[in-house]
């Protein structure tokens, strides 16, 4: 079984020619990001109030 496959297999497909088309999808680079983004509260680096409240964090602490 080549490597091909096996990343189908795990993928649920039987189709392997779907994970070579997966890559070709302009949103898939972007889907993961934004799913971690979210799920742990990541802000973008535009973000005034967030990039102020990093840059202060080490005063609050003492």
């Known amino acids: 079984m080549g490597r091909l496959h096996h990343l189908a297999e795990q993928l649920g497909t039987t189709d392997a020619a779907c994970v070579k ?15 971690v983004r979210g799920r742990y509260e990541y ?16 005063h609050r602490r003492k």
């Open 21 to 35: 088309r997966y890559t070709e999808r302009k949103p898939t680079a972007y889907e993961y990001s934004w799913e």
């Open 43 to 58: 802000r973008d680096h535009d973000d005034l109030l967030a990039g102020r409240r990093l840059r202060t964090f080490p």
